[in-house]
């Protein structure tokens, strides 16, 4: 009986890290793009989702951060809190030079996963470490 428990401990310290690395590294696949097909700035701007919390760095060198809002053919709707007062920016394709998302990245399927796999790990080791205690098996 220890050994079988050993047995099922030794392969879930094993597998854990090459399923939590399988996860994150499925979780960050991206399609590859080449340079002659960047997305325009509009592309960028649609695929972020509305109401996002954004950083915009202008052509002058300034930064806006902000909520994202209506997207148009010449720009776009920021919501930037200044103060106690929240005002609506437009911003023109023309004024900018990056954007970026700031909200998280990490995917909910991949924390669930990692969570399971540890919770697992530990429910095992309890159950090893009760095993030994009592001397069951023996």
Known sequence: MRQAICTVLASLLLLEPMMLA????EASVQ???????QPTLKETLLSIPPQSYVEVRLLDKSKLRG???????????LQVAQGNKIQNVKVSFDQVKSIKSLEK?????????????????????????????????D
């Open 22 to 25: 399988r996860a994150s590294a």
């Open 31 to 37: 399609p590859q793009q080449t340079n002659a097909q």
């Open 67 to 77: 909520r994202l809002g209506e997207v148009t053919d010449e720009g776009f709707a």
């Open 105 to 137: 990245k990490g995917t909910s399927a991949g924390k669930v996963i990692a969570y399971s796999l540890a919770g697992i790990g530990v429910f095992f080791l309890a159950l090893f470490i009760y095993a030994a205690a009592t001397g069951f098996g």
